[in-house]
């Protein structure tokens, strides 16, 4: 009799104990993994608002946090508070925006639990905001959460980005998005206006070209030097812009700061500058590369052949901005070569520019 008295005593217990409001609550993840994703386009950005699994969230994070299964406010605020970076992370790296192509550049900018009609368990909802200048005419998303670890995820998205709409269903055989097309002249277009933005805000191939032109001593020097850094980089930033041939990224932040100091000593303390002509070929080299790592993480879907138009429109902007270059500092070295210490002040205002370049860029 004692026994079945214990017995019925401990089943009373547990059954007070899960009934208590104050017992921590376990997360049921069971057999449904869900997301549910919402792409808008304002104010300049497109917003991303996810809406992911709690338990997803976690174990994707940290599988061995030891909150995992709880739904406590308590202990869903604490994995926020704790592991900030790690989501950011997860979600920057595992879905990937692209608008005409190229790759977009997110940051998260609310990350908060919620409650969802219609679903028994708590979500994570993060909002990833992706600044852009216009509507795409072509977007693309790669998503890879949760597939590897729950292979029968389902991602519910709702697309609008100007005349773009679509809704779909991301499964694991399913990780991509993808609607709209570009078609030649809106490619020719708008990579033409993105190389020219390029090439306005690349102040070191602009002073690349300006200590190469008033290191000249003659009007046709000059324009040999510019005629063959223009042939080089063309041929550098069509390789790397078709991704034929690429230089790592920390390669290039290294190489053409460097450029410009050497150029600079060079033009500074060699005045019979013998050797020009194979300074501006290897500038040129160098400088396309760089040129062309604006068009990194350009995707080529339907193979290399798509990616003709835009490079071509890339490259047409770029060449109109050193074109024009050219035109205006050309007379002008005529003009600056009659100045005493013109050529001096110019080059060492470049070499300590490009060492200065080098020194924030190998330290940040």
Known sequence: MAKWVRLLALLFLLFGYLLDPGAPVSLAHGNVSVAYSELSLA?????????LDMYDMIAEVNPDDPDLALTTPEALNRFFSKYPAEVDELLLTKIRLYADNLPLAGKV???????KEGEVQPFAEAVIEYPIKNAPRQFTMDYNLVFD????????????LGGLKKEAVLIAQITELQVGQMDPAYALKHFF??????????YESILAVIVLLTGCLTTRQALR??????????LTLILGGLHVITLPERLLTALIPLSIVFLALTVLYNRNMKQLLWIAGALGLIHGF???????????????WNLVW????????????????????????VYLRRLKYSLPVISATAAFTGLATFIVKALY
């Not at 029968?152 to 998205?157: G, I, M, S, T």
């Open 225 to 234: 030097s510019a005629a063959v850094f223009a042939a080089t980089q063309t």
């Open 290 to 304: 760089g040129y062309a790592a604006g068009l990194g993480g350009m995707r080529a879907d339907g193979g290399s």
């Open 109 to 115: 900018t609310q990350l908060r639990y919620t409650e």
């Open 310 to 333: 835009p490079v071509t429109g890339f490259y047409g902007g770029v060449e109109t901005v050193l074109l024009l270059l050219i035109v205006i500092l050309v007379p002008a070295t």
């Open 149 to 160: 670890r729950d292979q029968w995820h389902v991602n519910y998205v709702n697309l609008s």
């Open 193 to 202: 206006q993105l190389g020219l933005d390029q090439s306005l805000r690349a």
């Open 43 to 51: 104010d300049g950005s497109i917003k991303f608002v996810l809406q």
